[in-house]
């Protein structure tokens, strides 16, 4: 005979209405919430899927062994909840991997990086004549030419510090009569920018002759080579608009005779202020879309000899980022993709090249941030493109060198996360500080090897004319840029681990410590939520009680003698 009570041992066992109106209409008192809860839950406990929780509430075992039983299920609760912890701080920790996608990706579509030439001499010796001249016939006191030439000496110290004890005050004293007679009619403040250009060696009398793919070109165009603005100030950029982005198979610039040829000019007659102890010149690689600066990273240096014909074979490795990862916030994925983060375009620089965001655009905006804080100028080697605001803004000049020495080892030495290190502890408040730039997402990274011949062997290949003469003198130099292989390696980042991968890991250690199941899920949920609806329901009913309440006390009639 199938009892009244039950007719299951499951925990959704529903008790036969019937019966509970017959207990009611005994005139029973009806049970209140709370002991209505222990009771199911004491049948949860009996019933439930899950090994071992039937032993909390058996009758047939003694007190001393239900202890024993719920020591044992207090430890594996607690041991669960330890390794489920574990597991998850692994799965946070790891939750991107790169992998290498393509070994073999073609070099024709790895964008040709920009290649910048800076010659040594950085102030043009017979510019600075010219200008020494000028501002001789400007100056209300009569003085040589020669004194002139001598200050003019001070502007050095925009490229680097020399490291001559020089005075101070004669910087300030200089400044102040340039600020005076150094101007022209339409400035405000004198222009170090303006003056720093004219003073420069110019790139049309540095850059002879270039050739691309064994073919010549013309060396200055928008195709070839522009001046641009590097950390050494007006430079000659090859590729600065970034044309050579994708190429075809014929184009792929992967060989010492199908890259970038370049002739220079080498004389030393036209010198005047040197940044180098040696002879050579400056090559810097970098992304087109990257203002050239070592310290703001991704910039490769070289120092190609004077008179020899150098070859740079450049290696590049893409990469990318998966597109499942845009739903992960940028600094929980550590790099920014391309939608995300865009910089102000300035009227006053419209027209010219605009810089994308990367990590060492970030890094070179906030140099350019500390710098104007600090010092209040801007250096005019960097670029109006990165400046947040231009409103107020001078370039520095001989009176901001003593603020700019001061901060140089801050802004030379950045840092993106500060971790204490001992004995680094004033280095590191020192240093600049920039927790905003992360890395893009989509990048390409490079890197160079440098090998030199004699320039004797270029020199015998070149044609003589009728008066046994060649094309150039012997004071030149030779500079070949190009793809050392002919393909890249391409790189993906990815999640390590997929959504079921992570559920069937936690499933796998909850079933291990105490048998947990779906089945343990569901019972559990219904449990839950059986007592929500009733916890629910019994506020309704008291509300609906109260209200009729209210309602028949305002309804009373009272009878007053």
Not at 72 to 90: G, K, N
Not at 250 to 261: F, T
Not at 538 to 554: F, G
Request: proline share 4%.
């Amino acid at each position: 005979m199938v009892k009244l009570e039950s007719t299951s041992n499951a925990i959704w066992w529903i008790k036969n209405p019937k019966a509970a109106k017959e207990k009611k209409s005994k005139g029973q008192r009806k049970a209140s919430l709370g002991s209505a809860f222990c009771m199911d839950m004491a049948d949860l406990l009996r019933n439930i899927s899950l090994q071992g929780y039937n032993k909390l509430l058996s009758p047939d075992l003694t007190l001393g062994e239900r202890l024993i039983w719920l020591l044992l299920h207090m430890a594996t609760t607690i041991s669960l909840v330890v390794v489920l912890s574990l597991t998850w701080d692994q799965f946070v920790s790891q939750s991107f991997v790169t992998n290498l996608k393509d070994p073999l990706y073609p070099v024709e579509n790895v964008p040709f990086p920009a290649v910048s030439i800076c010659p040594n001499n950085r102030i043009s010796r017979q510019a600075v004549i010219r200008y020494a001249e000028e501002l001789r016939l400007n100056s209300p006191v009569i003085r040589p030419v020669e004194y002139f030439l001598e200050r003019l000496g001070f502007f050095r110290e925009f490229y680097t510090h020399v490291g001559v004890i020089v005075d101070t005050d004669d910087f300030v004293t200089f400044q102040t009569f340039l600020d005076v007679f150094g101007t022209w009619n339409n400035e405000t403040f004198f222009d170090t920018r303006r003056i720093m250009k004219l003073l420069s060696p110019k790139c049309e009398e540095f850059v002879l002759k270039c050739s691309l793919a064994n073919v010549d070109i013309p060396c200055f165009s928008k195709d070839a080579f522009q001046e641009s603005l590097t950390m050494y100030g007006p430079c000659c950029t090859f590729n600065l608009e970034n044309k050579l982005k994708k190429r075809h198979f014929k184009d792929r610039l992967a060989r010492p005779e199908l890259g970038l040829k370049v002739v220079l000019n080498d004389s030393q007659s036209d010198y005047f202020a040197t940044v180098l102890n040696t002879n050579g010149y400056i090559v810097m690689i970098h992304s087109a879309e990257n203002y050239a600066s070592v310290s703001s990273s991704n910039v490769l240096e070289m120092f190609p000899g004077q008179g020899e014909d150098s070859s740079i074979s450049v290696y590049a490795r893409v990469v990318d980022t998966d597109d499942s990862l845009k739903s992960f916030s940028p600094f929980g994925r550590r790099c920014y993709f391309e939608h995300e983060v865009q910089y102000p375009i300035h009227e006053a620089v419209v027209k010219s090249v605009t810089y994308a965001y990367s990590f060492p655009n970030c890094i070179t905006r906030c140099r350019i941030r500390s710098v104007i804080a600090l010092c209040r100028c801007l250096p005019f080697q960097m670029p109006l493109q990165l400046v947040e605001n231009l409103d107020g803004v001078v370039f520095c000049t001989l009176g901001h060198v003593s603020c700019l020495n001061q901060y140089m080892f801050k802004w030379r030495n950045v840092l993106t996360e500060r971790q204490m290190t001992l004995g680094l502890e004033r280095e590191v408040e020192e240093a600049l500080y920039c927790p905003q730039c992360l890395p893009s997402c989509s990048d390409v990274l490079y890197r160079v090897s440098m090998s030199s011949l004699p320039i004797d062997n270029y020199l015998a290949t070149l044609k003589v004319d009728e008066n046994n003469q060649t094309e150039f003198s012997s004071d030149i130099s030779v500079l070949r840029v190009y793809f050392g292989d002919a393909h890249a390696q391409y790189y993906i980042r990815l999640l390590n681990n997929a959504w079921f991968e992570v559920f069937s890991t936690i499933g796998n250690i909850m079933s291990i410590f105490v048998g947990f199941s779906m089945v343990a899920i569901f019972e559990v949920l219904f449990f839950l939520t059986k007592y929500i609806y009733e916890g629910c329901n019994r506020m309704v009913e008291q509300n609906i009680i109260d209200r009729k309440a209210k309602q028949l006390e305002t309804k009373k009639l009272y009878i007053c003698p």
